[in-house]
């Protein structure tokens, strides 16, 4: 069974940066996409980027290209997500995933697919 905690969300200032980091139990990290959702309140649960096994490749949603970037340590069974130039939209909860399909299909799962974490608060004020 894999498991995935998230961490490191919280309070931050229009134009700061915070690191999120998903911790992941369970073997075959390495075979994996990752990938990171956020849900804000009243809205639709919203991709943010993915990253395959390797790392080798990643993808974003429109709304943080530029600004987020996501990686990976497979020996440490940890994925990352690092956002910067933060906005008071980018405010919601965010949620690690992870399934066994290639990185550009990671946009794709829904809740009841893969793996989640229960998601970490981000709030970014004006």
């Known amino acids: 069974q894999v498991q995935l905690v998230e961490s490191g969300g919280g309070l931050v200032q229009a134009g700061g940066s915070l690191r999120l980091s998903c911790a992941v139990s369970g073997r075959y990290f390495s075979s994996y996409g990752m990938g990171w959702f956020r849900q804000a309140p009243g809205k639709e649960r919203e991709f943010v980027g993915a990253?395959?096994?390797?790392?080798?490749?990643?993808y974003y949603g429109d709304s943080v290209k530029g600004r987020f970037s996501i990686s990976r340590d497979n020996a440490k069974n940890m994925a990352y997500l690092e956002m910067n130039s933060l906005k008071p939209e980018d405010t919601a909860v965010y949620y690690c995933a992870a399934d066994r399909v290639p990185s550009r299909n990671i946009a794709a799962m829904t809740p009841t697919s893969g793996y989640w974490g229960q998601g970490t608060q981000v709030t970014v004020s004006s």
């Open positions: 990253i395959g096994w390797s790392g080798g490749s990643t």
